[in-house]
């Protein structure tokens, strides 16, 4: 299982990001996916999910109405779509198989920081 996480970076509060999953080695098609997040010195958390149709999405309070998420089961990749950023979103960002528990695979984060 490989899941790569792409496109995190320094934007300044009130900014976007659009964040990108490359999967490999399962049937990505066939999965729950979610992206979780990580902040420092905080618990992981599960912000969004989506179902292997697109269906069943969830968005944490935090970010409902901020972020989106979406997949392109032809490309085996999973997005999120961050806007609106508040310094509270700063956190490593891990897409994983299902939904995020400590035991689900996650791969490689990648960093999103919001700081003016």
């Known amino acids: 299982v490989q899941l790569q996480a792409s496109g995190g970076g320094l934007v300044q509060p009130g900014g976007s990001l659009r964040l990108s999953c490359a999967a490999s080695g399962f049937k990505f098609s066939t999965l729950y996916m979610s992206w979780v997040r990580q902040a420092p010195g905080k618990a992981l958390e599960r912000v969004s999910g989506?179902?292997?149709?697109?269906?069943?999405?969830y968005y944490s309070e935090s970010v409902k109405g901020r972020f989106s998420i979406s997949r392109d089961n032809a490309k085996n990749i999973l997005y999120l779509q961050m806007t609106n950023l508040k310094t509270e979103d700063t956190a490593v960002y891990y897409c994983?198989?299902?939904?995020?528990?400590?035991?689900?695979?996650r791969g490689q984060g990648t960093l999103v920081t919001v700081s003016s």
């Open positions: 989506i179902a292997s149709d697109g269906s069943g999405i």
């Open positions: 994983a198989q299902r939904t995020g528990t400590p035991s689900d695979p």
